[in-house]
């Protein structure tokens, strides 16, 4: 790819607003297949173009460590350090080598719209995988994200590296079978009567990555009870998978994002919409919808099997966002 043409493709993908990528995701959206469909989009609400614009108007947005204090940014907040482990819950991932290249050598973003290159340049890795381009969607639309927010550099630096293991199973309907399956409980809830537990997968690319339930119990809670420290996977993760603090929905540590079983936790109230909203966690979610993708983890009850995945940081987005701005000087 030319210089002429990175620049033409940079600066098409930067005249996109994070509403832009919004709507362009919501309209490929029914040809992404349903392995990916949610994935995708909780991919979105963790990367977010606000967190970039917020950590690039740093005075020095190379190591933007004063304004990531300010908006009390936990975990690991870098994209850049994450390009191919970011991904690695997508279904897609299994052709992110792919994507990446095909994103740098696509010169034809001109075509103007959002959506338009997205497929086209999916298109291109399901032909080359030879796959159905449905399986390929998401993930490019991703690998754009990743390209406007990271820049050239880094992500060329990346291009032939994969996404990091482990991933998900490679067939599509069995991952897509197992998230339907019911656990025992499940299945004989006749007989159980309130002590019935769930399984609650936190991470399903993993044979330990799941956790018990009772009844009623929240997802935070829930992962307390394991007693274990997964510290080695994030600091943010001494009590149990979910990374948690104040457990009544004011810190903001415990965002994940639903791939399956959503209508099996209690519906959003409006205490917790509006801390999602608070924190600017609640890009994807549909102000209607009692089930949303992004929920807090220790505002939301199992009345059933769960699949889950979190994100990698959390912090205050909007209101920290602007108080920062405001005190370096750069609003
Ligand atoms: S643990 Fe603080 S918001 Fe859930």
């Not at 929905?249 to 936790?265: K, M, P, Q």
């Not at 890009?283 to 990698?312: E, F, H, W």
Request: net charge negative; aromatic share 8%.
């Amino acid at each position: 790819m030319t210089v002429m043409e990175k620049t033409r493709l940079l600066s098409f993908l930067e005249a996109q607003s994070q509403e832009d990528w919004l709507r362009a995701l919501e309209e490929i959206l029914p040809s992404i297949h349903p392995v990916d469909r949610e994935a995708t989009r909780i991919w979105f609400a963790f990367w977010p173009l606000e967190l970039r614009k917020a950590l690039s108007e740093s005075p020095d947005p190379e190591e933007p460590i004063e304004i990531a204090r300010l908006m009390d940014l936990e975990g690991n907040w870098r994209l850049e350090e994450q390009i191919d482990s970011s991904v690695s819950f997508l279904f897609g991932a299994h052709y992110w080598a792919r994507v990446k290249n095909s994103v740098l050598v696509e010169p034809d973003a001109t075509a103007g719209f959002l959506a338009a290159t997205i497929r086209s340049i999916a298109q291109k890795v399901a032909a080359a995988e030879r796959v159905d381009p449905s399986l390929g969607l998401g993930i490019t639309a991703v690998g754009l994200m990743m390209l406007r927010q990271v820049g050239f550099e880094p992500f060329e630096r990346a291009k032939d590296a994969k996404a990091t293991p482990p991933l998900l199973p490679k067939d599509p309907a069995r991952i897509i079978a197992k998230r339907e399956r019911k656990s025992a409980d499940g299945l004989f809830t006749f007989l159980k009567g309130v002590n019935r537990k769930w399984d609650v997968r936190w991470d399903e690319k993993r044979e330990d990555g799941v956790i018990r339930a009772i009844n009623g119990q929240d997802i935070a809670m829930a992962g307390g009870d394991t007693g274990s420290d997964y510290r080695h996977l994030d600091y943010r993760r001494p009590a149990g998978p979910v990374p948690v603090e104040c457990r009544v929905g004011s810190c903001g540590y415990c965002w994940i994002g639903v791939l399956a079983g959503r209508e099996n936790l209690t519906p959003i109230t409006a205490f917790e919409r509006e801390r999602l909203r608070y924190f600017g966690y609640d890009t994807v979610n549909s102000p209607d919808d009692p089930n949303p993708l992004i929920r807090l983890a220790c505002q939301s009850q199992c009345q059933g099997d769960v699949t889950l995945t979190i994100s990698p940081w959390n912090g205050e987005l909007d209101r920290r966002h602007d108080q920062g701005r405001k005190k370096l000087g750069t609003a």
